[in-house]
């Protein structure tokens, strides 16, 4: 009996294999029909006797091409039509429609071998691809994914990549960025020259997917110590690039879990524990732990061969975006290893962490965007701006967000050229025309500016920490009110104070304050971030405790002038990080905390008091008592972690005390303070013995740059509260 089947086909089905896939199988079996990508995904039909159309279905969900995802097959029964042959039919645009955008994939085994095999017509050649792998969202210009609408498009196909290309059945069978020696992409110098000016310790610029690293032999502790001294950067953890895992687990401990992330083909950068304690201090002074990637395009893969782990770092200039031209590359490098095929966005490498076997973002970009996130059936265009730091911003159509890759600090002056430029140029890919604007409260946030001064028939303000609380709720689908705990650097409060230790009452639309970390001055605003010093100061003297701070700053802090209130929970980190003299001033964003962290002792299980009364969580007690306790000499490994333990109780308190009153038994946690993995295990573990189900972010970041995706979630739905 013949049959006719219709499927559509939804999830990570373009760019990645789908349709030869469905040819092969098809033809395979002697199906006959068609498979073409189409706006929300791939429609095909095959048509053959039923119990071979049954089997062809089987194979595609058993067997799909390993970089797709299936997300649903819709299919409907038809009159036979009598097909004489299965074709790949090409995409048209239709309308508006959007053509999913697939991010850039790391080199695929079948690439890699032949990239090592002398044989083969491809043996070395540092740009090698397929429609498993490769460069897509760093080289699309527009849509649909063809090459005329990438930056291969000045790259002209020799006749064996055409044939290739054109073939149904071939691995290359529309693979966009496909090319060879002969036809594709050259690197600016000789690879082997490259090699050598790393092994004499050099540090070299080298062109990747979304923009330049600034590499070095990870070995050579000259060449990290130039490095750092260049870059400005003398404690940041630095990312090293290892050959294969087998290096990695010379380095670093890692689990089966860990291995599979850094192995996945977003290859991202998976932050693991050092096992080699020489290896660690140049890396990683703070702390024990690193991030680690695998190679994942053909050109690492190339240079890796000749170290165990290269030093691979971003190139800009500390809180510029990422080089993409050689122009914009800083003057840190000796040479520059760059190549000729454009790079239409730039796009860092993403970095993640595992917890409890779950993933949380630190920095998503290339690898992971733009895969979108369903918020809804059904929303309007938004844009939402997201924050000021580690800003990205979010696109909504059709129901899906779509985060844009990590944006930066907006007050420097090309990271504001990048976002305002990134906005324009994803709007016009996506087919966005945003009637909706979705911005921070903070009034003088950089995008909140830019939000006001573009135009929309719509504009909202949403609270930063309901953002945050709203971002989860997105990743999860969750439409109920949750008990949300926020705890980050600052946020702007609609009572014009900086909020930063939150406990909301929320759900996507709206949300209510309940419960609050005792506020403190914030003396000298952002300088504060700077030196913990100050919020040491100003909590010692608020607590009644000695300190021998400058009168200029006692002043600030008695009077609060210059020196506003704030709940932060980010700040009371610093400040007990400065009280145990584990950090006065920091060099990078979160040393403090991330030194308190590092300090705390895994096998302490104390607490010190607090009080928690009319809303208000007040850790002044625990304070006194970590400070008494140093004062006669307790270890710092125990106060610090005894100061985590206090905070992860008192969390849980303040979630039991709501459930009494509310009756909500589910938890969002979420803010940059949850990156801090003691305190997230340690309250999530406390919360789920109490009985509650605990969301956090796994999908966006916890910190601001997973802000956008929060501001769009509140946006959709009020809007869709407006439209019922
Ligand atoms: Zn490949
Ligand atoms: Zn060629
Ligand atoms: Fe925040």
Redesign the pocket.
Known sequence: MTTRIQARIAGRVQGVGFRPTVYRYATALGLGGFVRNDPEGVTLEVEGEAARVGDFFRQLTDEPPRQAEIAGIETRALPARGYDRFEVVESRPTGDAVFSIPPDLAICDDCLRELFDPRDRRFGYPFINCTNCGPRFTIICDLPYDRVHTTMAGFTMCPPCGQEYHAPADRRFHAQPDACGDCGPQLSMDLGAAVSLLQTGAILAIKSLGGFHLACDAFNAAAVATLRARKHRPHKPLALMFRDVATVRQSCRLSEAEEAELLSPARPIVLLRSATPTLQHAITPDFPSFGAFLPYTPLHHLLLQHFDALVMTSGNRAEEPIASDDAELPSVADAVLSHNRPIAHKCDDSVVRLVNGQRQMFRRARGFVPHPIRLATHTPHILAVG?ELKNTFCLARDGQAFLSQHIGDLKEFRTWDYFTHEIAEWQRLMRVTPSVIAHDLHPAYRSTRYALAHPAETKLAVQ??HA?IASVLAEHGLHEPVIGV?L????YGPDGTIW?GEFLVADRAAYERVVHFKPYPLPGGDAAIQEPWRMAASVAICEGLPTDCPATIRHLIETGFHAPPTTSAGRLFDAVAALLGLCGTATYEGQAAIRLEAAADPAERGVEPFDLAAGVVDFGPTVRALVAGHDRGQPVGRLAARFHNTVAAAIRNVARQIRAARGLRVVALS??VFQNERLLTTATAGLQEDGFTVFTNTRVPP??GG?ALGQAAVAAERMRRLCV
């Open positions: 924050g930063h920490h945050h926020a980050d650097g600052t946020g930063g803010g940059g910190n601001d802000l």
